[in-house]
């Protein structure tokens, strides 16, 4: 498995990561017993880089049951904010209101039976609250060690360039393939100049 840098400088992940939108239940039915042998033979493959969210049904409970202690200090683990089920019928809230943003972390952390993630991504944009106050709330999770890395999810490049002036952001994920090339033009440029790493998701 080929490694890159996650940004500029980050840490060395593998160049393929594993996604769990489809493991957790939310998209349809799970085979549990593929969903294990898939972990696995990622792991032996060297598939370094797991990512997940809250919103992606119970994925980050599967994997926090699934992982043993060796195998998490292998993986660089990925998880998101402001996205999450809330309520009596689970039905997921865009919300990067500062307060909500620690709910969700430590729900995670919960769920994941870990004290800490490697990379903490905002999973959407929020139109009603301002970048600067929902990335100095990352940035103040961050600095409380809740998690070694942050980053943004679904930015443009001018919502990308506003996430940095306030914090160091390491990553912009966002929806990459062959018939969505969107980000291409002016948001893979600013994020070359800013030394951040670009994640592709559904690149299939």
Known sequence: MHLRHLGHDGPLVS????????????????DIRESQRTIARAIDLGVTLFDTAPAYGSSEAFLGELLNRQQRDQIFLTTKCGLAPEGPDQRLRLSSRPDDLR??????????????????LLHWPDQTVPITEAVGALEAIRQAGLRR??????????QLRE????????????GYHLFDRRWEHAMFPTATELGIAVAAYSPL
């Open 149 to 158: 890395f942050i980053g943004v999810s679904n930015f443009s490049a001018t």
């Open 163 to 174: 996430a940095c002036s306030v914090a160091p952001i390491m990553c912009n994920q966002v």
């Open 103 to 120: 709910h969700h972390i430590e729900d995670s952390l919960h769920r994941l039976h870990t004290d800490r993630v490697d990379l903490l």
């Open 15 to 30: 160049a393929i990561g594993l996604g769990f939108w489809s493991i957790g239940g939310a998209f349809g039915p799970v």
